[in-house]
């Protein structure tokens, strides 16, 4: 008897946004809820670079993921700062045997109910503006295939945020996000 493998859920076209029409927010919403869905995964999250070079949490799919988030911004560890620190993608399989990676991270990790996770950084003509992360409940081996999606549509929501990313850096994400959520 053939086992039967299921389909991934159908993915939000990404690709059908209007630049024009959507505030730099929105643009990262549909970034996490896309990329979450394209990765089967729990929950998503993104922070990006502040002007003085900090992460900053800017927007979470559900509170798990809001404060996993957060504590990376407090703390200044987790796989998000690694990512940005050194511009390569950090992934944890299973961090219910924790060895004291993230230790506080990883508590509040498992603490949710998620015990897998994987952080790209948000890249743009060799620039890292911020991170995308994906979090999981269950696991898992996070494939090459994971990490070419996530970066194929981490590359269309910031040349979206972007439009002039032809004549290269530097790059101004962080103002249209603060002037977007400025009251």
Known sequence: MAQETLAAPP????????ADFV???EVLDVLAQVTAAALCGTAAGVSLLDGQGQLRYV??????????????????????IDAVRTGALVAA???TGSDGRWSRYGQRLLAHGLVS???????????????LSV???APRDWSADD?????????TALVQLCPGHAGGPPYDVWSGIEAAYSV
Do not use: N, W
């Not at 993915?11 to 209007?18: K, L």
């Not at 990490?147 to 590359?155: G, I, M, N, P």
């Open 11 to 18: 993915v939000p076209e990404f690709t059908d946004i209007e």
């Open 23 to 25: 505030t730099p927010g």
């Open 59 to 80: 927007m979470a799919l559900g509170l798990a993921a809001t404060d996993l988030e957060c504590v990376q911004e407090r703390d200044r560890v987790g796989p998000g």
């Open 93 to 95: 399989k299973d961090l």
């Open 117 to 131: 996770v994987t952080a790209l950084p948000m890249e743009l003509d060799g620039t890292v503006l911020g991170t």
């Open 135 to 137: 979090y999981d409940s």
């Open 147 to 155: 990490h070419a999606t996530a970066r194929a549509l981490v590359r």
